[in-house]
């Protein structure tokens, strides 16, 4: 039960659409009552927590997004107000997927940021098969709109895309010759 709700969480379904869920009629009853139940037992647990004034763990990347969309940051200013977060460079490698909740983080420290890079393992010509779930690039390809999508609703934030091209010779595996040829093949 607690890693189900964690994943609700992470998946930001809250007790409100979970309960908005359970009136849709292409659902079988059995699901509808189990997203009731879920809902039921997620707002226990939500208002529980509430009034004991605790927090559990998976809460925290929410409550870190809402302070920093709560603050008021201008990243083009030389001065910042002592309560201000401020990043010059952030850069963010080496995932394949990234829940709701962390794409809302990430959308509320993006205004802190003056850059932010964020690196995607894509092949620069997607394979024939990567629309297909079966594909190891669909999370990747998946995760990577979801984020271009979430970035691009925050307000003043220019997106770039810049393909950085793979070179023979050169790259992590260079002097593995077995190495190199898997990854280029």
């Known amino acids: 039960l607690s ?8 998946r930001e379904f809250s007790p409100e659409l979970l309960t908005e869920l359970v009136s849709r009629p292409e659902f079988t009853e ?16 939500l208002d529980w927590l509430a009034q004991q ?3 559990d763990a998976d809460c925290l990347p ?7 969309r709560r603050s008021t940051i201008n990243p083009s200013s030389v001065l910042h107000p002592p309560s201000s977060l401020f990043i010059h460079s952030l850069w963010l490698d080496g995932f ?5 909740q962390e794409l809302s983080l990430l959308a509320a420290l993006a205004p802190c940021c003056q850059k932010m890079t964020l690196a995607f393992c894509v092949e620069d010509q997607r394979p024939a ?12 390809a998946q995760t990577r709109q979801d984020c271009w999508k979430k970035l691009s609703a925050v307000p003043g934030l220019r997106l770039e895309t810049e393909i950085v091209r ?19 093949h």
């Open 3 to 10: 890693l189900e709700l964690r994943e609700l969480q992470r």
């Open 30 to 45: 059995p699901l509808r009552r189990k997203l009731h139940d879920l809902a039921l037992l997620q707002r226990g647990y």
């Open 53 to 55: 004034n605790l927090q």
């Open 62 to 68: 929410d409550l870190a997004a809402d302070a920093l």
């Open 96 to 100: 394949g997927e990234l829940t709701p």
């Open 129 to 140: 098969d990567a629309d297909s779930w079966l594909s190891i690039w669909s999370a990747i």
């Open 166 to 184: 793979r070179k023979a010779g050169a790259g992590r595996f260079a002097e593995n010759p077995v190495l190199r040829h898997l990854e280029e």
